[in-house]
């Protein structure tokens, strides 16, 4: 998947929530609306070259890219101050030297649809997944977004929805409260059989 090697570039930084990621922005599509993928570490960015790129920077601990930001996550206590400048000339040279952005062939996994959220469970759990993941798409994911994260649904049962989070969102300190007071009561009033929201992986 290469780039317009004519096309000129902006990127610029973009703070968020967790003050150990930076969302880059940047005028070009990479992935379709609602896709992403994120990338905890640099086996796992196998399919994707610029994530590979990115990884060769010694403090870059966690890529996200979706549709027209890449989110980096630094594992060092270096000053976003020194990195950011760095960052956004190697984003701004790769993309218009048309380095591509994913292998040949990749596919982004889609968020989950009601349909796939069935899996084994009951009517009943099926019909409240799909409420929730509505809910997700249409409230929750586009603001989660607008902090360089992701959040997906992973699965409900006897009222506990889990889900998964992305990007900026892992590891972030205001996680659980966003979480707990924002996404978990919402859920609650739209869907009265939702009591808990948990996330893989993140400890309350």
């Given at each position: 998947m290469l780039q317009n090697k004519e096309k000129t570039v902006s990127v610029y930084a973009e703070a968020n929530?967790?003050?150990?990621?930076?969302?880059f922005v940047m005028n070009v599509s990479m992935l379709p609306d609602g896709q992403s993928v994120d990338y905890p570490t640099l086996e796992s960015a196998m399919e994707s070259p610029l994530?590979?790129?990115?990884?060769?920077?010694?403090?870059?601990?966690?890529?996200?890219?979706?549709?027209?930001?890449?989110?980096?996550?630094?594992?060092?206590?270096?000053?976003?101050?020194?990195l950011i400048p760095e960052l956004r000339t190697f984003l701004k040279s790769y993309v218009e030297a048309g380095g591509p952005i994913f292998n040949?062939?990749?596919?982004?996994?889609?968020?989950?649809?009601?349909?796939?959220?069935?899996g084994e469970g009951s009517e009943e759990d099926a019909t409240i997944s799909k409420k929730v993941i509505d809910l997700l798409d249409n409230y929750v994911r586009p603001a989660v977004e607008q902090d360089g994260g992701n959040i997906t649904f992973k699965s409900y049962k006897d009222g506990?929805?889990?889900?998964?989070?992305?990007?900026?969102?892992?590891?972030?300190?205001s996680a659980t409260v966003t979480l707990k007071?924002?996404?978990e009561n919402l859920l609650k009033r739209m869907?009265?059989?939702v009591t808990e929201v948990v996330a893989d992986g993140v400890t309350i």
């Open positions: 929530p967790n003050p150990e990621s930076m969302k994530a590979q790129e990115l990884f060769n920077f010694d403090y870059v601990s966690r890529v996200f890219i979706a549709s027209n930001f890449v989110t980096v996550t630094k594992g060092t206590n270096q000053d976003w101050v020194k040949e062939g990749f596919v982004a996994n889609k968020p989950a649809s009601g349909a796939h959220a069935q506990v929805v889990t889900v998964h989070l992305q990007g900026s969102c892992s590891g972030c300190p007071a924002g996404i869907v009265p059989e």
